[in-house]
Nanobody, 127 residues
């Protein structure tokens, strides 16, 4: 049973930074792509960033490109999301996601590609 536990959320002023972490267990972590998604109140869950199983390729939503960085440590079974220059519109619950199947995904931004989700961590950016 794959379990994902996020940490690192909180309250920050616009322009500030936060670093989210996700610890995975119950998985051959290094064989699966990982992603971060977010959901604001009354909005659908949206893609933020993803990283392939090897860590050699990363993918970002246009809204966070140049500000957020996803990374992974396969030895520690962790994936991180460094968020810089945060904006009020980044306010949301952020979810870590583990791919449903090993290897390359058809669509790294698609929620259907991910079979396991963390409980989410709140990120609030004040103006």
């Amino acid at each position: 049973q794959v379990q994902l536990v996020e940490s690192g959320g909180g309250l920050v002023q616009a322009g500030g930074s936060l670093r989210l972490s996700c610890a995975a267990s119950g998985s051959t972590f290094g064989q699966y792509a990982m992603g971060w998604f977010r959901q604001a109140p009354e909005k659908e869950r949206e893609f933020v960033a993803a990283i392939n199983w090897h860590g050699s390729s990363t993918y970002y939503a246009d809204s966070v490109k140049g500000r957020f960085t996803i990374d992974r440590d396969n030895a520690k079974n962790t994936v991180t999301l460094q968020m810089n220059n945060l904006k009020p519109e980044d306010t949301a619950v952020y979810f870590c996601a583990h791919a449903e199947r090993r290897g390359v995904l058809l669509d790294y931004s698609g929620t259907a590609e991910y079979g396991y989700w963390g409980q989410g961590t709140q990120v609030t950016v004040s103006p």
